[in-house]
């Protein structure tokens, strides 16, 4: 007896990250196992819309739902699919590809969709910070004042968020909070006072374009990884961002990590929290506390930072694959200019033979 065709809803974020939508659609056309899969595409028209398709999928009996986008895009698409029979899966095509990178998930889009066809599900958490669903990374401090000022810029892609990063970083000035640990590893309850430049409380590894905020936190353990970066010298700069980068933060003096599945952090005033890098304006009071095992998602069992060869290799293909789709994109914009232009001139011959 056949089985039955599984079908997939993609959800398409067209101004997400990178360009080349269209090229990721010509690839499900041709790449998409036909003999597992049906599908149908979506794309949003305004924040927020994401999650309303996804629930509309789920109310219609889609098996997966695919988000086509970055970490915003990923998080409303996963956002209504929690606690359903419904798993999320992703073609990443934003600017950092956070919780992608974690679950190993290939940023080439062909990539992506082999991973599909494999059809391999995974049970995975998720956090949950004052009400507000993240599935890679939340925090106060730095990369929630670095997410608003990046969304106040308007300007999209690592080159601009890095701009935010260096002309902030020796502007900023780290706040004192209180943090509640509860139900850590050891069952016990800590409670202390700190300044910090920023406090992530992660679920996945990075905060995407592999910078390794916990490099050894997983998305399946059932445990929250919070890391307190102290405040640190314009001298201490350099290495913490390297070590930010090669994930091996862990190894700085500078930095405190534990794990728990509760946390909540008191400030002296409302200020900038980001969820899976989004920003948003919270109170004095930010609560954050991991669902364990409360999203399906289509991924490798293989989860968290690769080793430095497999991080080499797919910066290598990555950089060529940006080229390749900033060339294609440069071929299409020529292209419709040569045909305004032969039209143009085809006008101007009709208008002056009188036709």
């Known amino acids: ?27 499900i056309e041709e790449y998409l196992d036909r003999s597992r ?30 988000a086509i986008g970055g ?24 600017s950092g590809n956070g919780l992608a990178r974690h679950l190993r998930i290939p940023t080439d889009p062909l990539n992506a969709i082999k ?30 004042f670095i997410s608003q000022k990046f969304a106040e810029s308007g300007k999209r892609g690592p080159v601009s968020y890095l701009e935010n990063v260096l002309n902030n970083s020796l502007k900023y000035h780290p706040e004192t909070y209180d943090v509640e640990i509860v139900n850590n590893k050891d069952n016990e309850e800590i409670h202390q006072a700190c300044k910090a430049f920023l406090i992530s409380c992660a679920n996945a590894s990075q905060y995407g374009n592999n910078a390794y ?33 090669s994930g091996t933060i862990e190894q700085n003096s500078r930095i405190k990590t534990f794990q728990c599945q509760k946390v909540k952090i008191h400030r002296s005033q409302p200020g900038a929290v980001h969820y899976d890098g989004d920003p948003i304006v919270m109170g004095e009071d930010v609560e954050v506390e991991l669902m364990a095992g409360g999203l ?33 994109e440069l071929i299409q914009q020529n292209m419709l200019k040569t045909q ?13 033979s009188g036709k």
């Open 1 to 27: 007896m056949q089985e039955q065709k599984k079908h997939i809803v993609f959800i398409a974020n067209p101004i997400s990250g990178t360009a080349g939508k269209q090229f990721v659609v010509k690839l």
């Open 37 to 66: 899969y049906t599908y149908s595409i979506a794309t949003t028209e305004r924040v927020g819309h994401a999650t309303e398709l996804a629930q509309k999928a789920v109310r219609e009996g889609a098996d997966i739902v695919c």
């Open 71 to 94: 970490d915003g895009t990923v998080n409303e698409v996963a956002n209504g699919l929690v606690h359903t029979q419904t798993a999320l899966a992703i073609i990443p095509s934003g």
């Open 115 to 144: 991973i599909l066809n494999r059809g391999m599900t995974q049970v995975m958490d998720y956090g949950i910070v004052n009400g507000k669903s993240f599935f890679c990374t939340c925090g106060v401090g730095f990369d929630a």
């Open 213 to 245: 905020i916990a490099p050894s936190a997983s998305v399946r353990d059932g445990m929250m990884d919070v890391t307190i970066i102290e405040p640190f010298t314009a001298i201490e700069a350099p290495l913490i961002a390297t070590q930010l980068f």
């Open 296 to 328: 399906l998602c289509v991924c490798p069992a293989e989860e968290g930072m690769p080793e430095v060869e497999v991080r080499v290799q797919n910066f290598i293909t990555e950089h060529f694959r940006n080229m390749y789709n900033k060339t294609e």
């Open 340 to 352: 305004r232009i032969t039209q143009l001139n085809k006008d101007i011959l009709r208008k002056l």
